[in-house]
């Protein structure tokens, strides 16, 4: 086996099935250090699923992922997740300091209870996402747009070269949209990857280096402007033409 140290994720034939139902079928890319790599399609296309399979947390029926050149399933705990909203339960009595604190869970030992760095840790990234003055608010108190941004934090905390976000820009304002994608540019510009998933086609030219698109299978993989083609979005987005020859528009301005 070779280990090319170029790419910090690498994904193989990975094949995930639910219930002997395939949702990701020979999925098969490498992800160089210090991109903004977005993850694109529609509802179901296994966005969520292959972001899953690289943290480990989904065992593949065939395939493999590798992390730094380390299997996936041993790696588990030390890449950054930032999961969908809908995965998360809000009311959960916990501070957004606490929040941000968890990030730091893999670095303390049971035996003790985080320590003065660990805290500061914890603040550094909450103020990267500027909730610092919120640190004492119950998470369920926060404004969707606010909890997406403390979650952002607590993966920062974590201090991991590596950050996963399923789908961070879903139901925030324009302005926090800029806010989390400006905290994304200077994480990739310090040394970081970032995989996210993103639904906005009219947007992901623009935020990212390079696209993954996928339906089950793996549709195209490269620059935005080799991804976002009529011919394939029309295969993977079936009939809705119209938008895609806005966003195609777009992407050449
Ligand atoms: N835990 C599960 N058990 C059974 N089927 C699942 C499970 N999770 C996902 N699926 C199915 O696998 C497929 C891919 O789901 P996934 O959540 O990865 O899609 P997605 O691209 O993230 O969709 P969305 O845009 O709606 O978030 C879907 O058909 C879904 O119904
Ligand atoms: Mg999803």
């Given amino acids: 086996m070779t280990i090319d140290n170029n790419y910090v994720i690498e994904v193989e034939h ?3 099935s639910y219930h002997a139902k395939p949702a990701l079928l020979d999925i098969s890319v490498r992800i160089e250090k210090d991109q903004l790599v977005g993850v694109i399609g529609p509802n179901g296309a296994g966005k969520s699923t292959f972001i899953k399979a690289i943290l480990g947390f989904i065992k593949p029926d ?3 992922v590798r992390i730094n050149g380390r299997s996936a399933q041993k790696t588990k705990g030390e890449v950054a997740y930032v999961p969908q909203r809908g995965a998360v339960d809000w009311d ?4 957004v300091e606490e929040v941000a604190l968890m990030g730091r869970y893999q670095q303390i030992p049971w035996y003790t209870s985080p320590s003065d760095e660990d805290r500061q840790a914890a603040l550094e ?3 990267m996402v500027r909730m610092e003055d919120f640190a004492q608010r119950q998470i369920g108190e926060l404004s969707g747009g606010q909890q997406q ?3 952002l934090a607590r993966a920062l905390a974590q201090g991991s070269d590596i950050l996963l976000l399923d789908e961070p820009f879903a139901g925030v304002d324009a302005a926090t949209e800029r806010a989390i994608l400006d905290v994304l540019e200077r994480a990739k510009q310090a040394g970081k990857t970032l995989v996210v998933v993103h639904h906005d086609l ?3 030219a623009e935020y990212f280096d390079r696209l993954i698109l996928i339906k089950q299978r793996l549709y195209a993989y490269g620059p935005p402007r080799l991804v976002l083609r009529e011919d394939l979005l029309s295969k993977v987005y079936e009939g809705r033409l119209r ?3 806005e966003v195609l528009k777009g992407g050449e301005s």
């Fill in 14 to 16: 990975l094949t995930v």
């Fill in 62 to 64: 065939v395939g493999t």
């Fill in 92 to 95: 959960f009595p916990i501070t």
């Fill in 125 to 127: 990234a909450l103020k």
């Fill in 149 to 151: 941004r403390v979650f």
């Fill in 202 to 204: 009219s947007t992901a």
């Fill in 243 to 245: 938008i895609f020859s």
